[in-house]
């Protein structure tokens, strides 16, 4: 993303230098967290910190050079396991939390497999999305 950042921010600069008439503002604005639940995002949207509305946004994210204007979003879940852990060399006194995984993720995948196939926005009609026939 720090490529993607350094994009941003020079564009934002050659708009504000060229004689142009754009009449606003330009923000660069980047979030922590976007990866991992978007609380940065999320936090920046609901506290919007500019005493301005604002008009549009890019986002730079790798598109392959297409636009995109419908995407899905990310599911984080936080998932314990119990086991009992034991030494190598007596690992018959544990148990492993690995089969319990592997169930859990099956059923994720499963989830995602079914999600892939039912839901649909009029936006990605022309794109190929993974996952989707």
Not at 18 to 36: K, L, M, W
Not at 40 to 61: H, K, L, M, Q, S
Request: proline share 5%.
């Amino acid at each position: 993303m720090k490529s993607q950042l350094a994009i941003l921010a020079h564009a934002a600069l050659a708009v504000r230098d060229s004689p142009t008439d754009v009449d606003g503002r330009i923000v660069v604005e980047s979030v922590a967290g976007e990866e991992a639940g978007g609380d940065g995002a999320a936090t920046a949207a609901a506290r919007n910190p500019y005493p301005f509305e604002r008009d549009a946004a890019i986002v730079a994210e790798p598109t392959a050079g297409r636009i995109v204007t419908a995407t899905e979003g990310a599911l984080m879940v936080r998932a314990s396991f119990k086991g009992r852990s034991a030494h190598a060399a007596r690992k018959w006194e544990g148990e492993s939390v690995f089969p319990a995984f592997r169930r859990f993720r099956k059923a994720v995948a499963a989830l995602e497999a079914d999600r892939a196939r039912r839901v649909d926005h009029p936006s990605t009609k022309t794109s190929r999305c993974p996952g989707r026939s």
